[in-house]
């Protein structure tokens, strides 16, 4: 197929992702002072900016989509409730995306508790709000845990994007705007049309 092709097929995923940005971005993310959209725009824009390639700054901006796909109240945590996001969400982008997005998405909670466990001091630089859905999340990676972990292939681009993650919380910072980053998710999408 060409490339012409792929991106046109590739129009109802970009339109899926605007839609769901529109109607749920402005919820709050999860107990910190920035909505799910600053937070998603924020995370990408670190990832352009350590130059990350197409298919990582999609995970970067879809990273957090699975909280947009349930119904659960904004501070889950705080009732001691995990809401499995990155289970949800990689579902929801294994079927549009391939491996390159959705893996490190998928692991960008276990990639918070590999990082508790090789870097005792990544701790005390996590939110208040991180720190509880950590222990929710099952805490600091065991050994056997941790070799697991580094045996996946995407573990490296996972640890990558949880450090943008980890920043992207900062009030009322301006971002490139949802729009400037279709161009990305259409070269994600033709290079996951291209994996398949
Ligand atoms: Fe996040």
Redesign the pocket.
């Known amino acids: 197929m060409s490339d012409s092709a792929e991106s046109a097929s590739a129009e109802p995923i970009i339109a899926e992702v605007m839609r769901l940005f529109r109607e749920r971005g402005e919820s709050e993310?999860?107990g910190e002072s920035v909505t799910q959209a600053e937070?998603?725009l924020q995370?990408a824009d670190l990832a352009l900016a350590d130059g990350a390639e197409s298919t990582l700054v999609a995970a970067a901006l879809l990273?957090?989509i699975g909280?947009l796909l349930h119904q659960l109240p904004d501070d889950a945590p705080d009732q001691g409730v995990d809401d499995v996001h990155e289970e949800l969400g990689g579902r929801w982008l294994e079927k549009r995306f391939g491996p390159a997005v959705t893996e490190p998405v998928r692991l960008?909670v276990a990639a918070k508790r590999y990082m508790c466990a090789r870097q005792p001091e990544y701790y005390d630089l996590l939110s208040e709000p991180s720190r509880i859905s950590l222990s929710l999340q099952g805490g600091p990676m065991n050994d056997d845990e941790v070799a697991e972990f580094e045996r996946n292939a995407f573990h490296e681009a996972a640890v990558r994007l949880r450090q943008w993650?980890?920043e992207?919380?900062i009030v009322d910072k301006v971002t490139t705007p949802l729009q400037g980053f279709t161009e990305h998710l259409r070269s994600a999408l033709v290079d996951s049309a291209c994996e398949s």
């Open positions: 993310y999860g937070h998603a995370t990273h957090d909280h960008h993650d980890d992207a919380k």
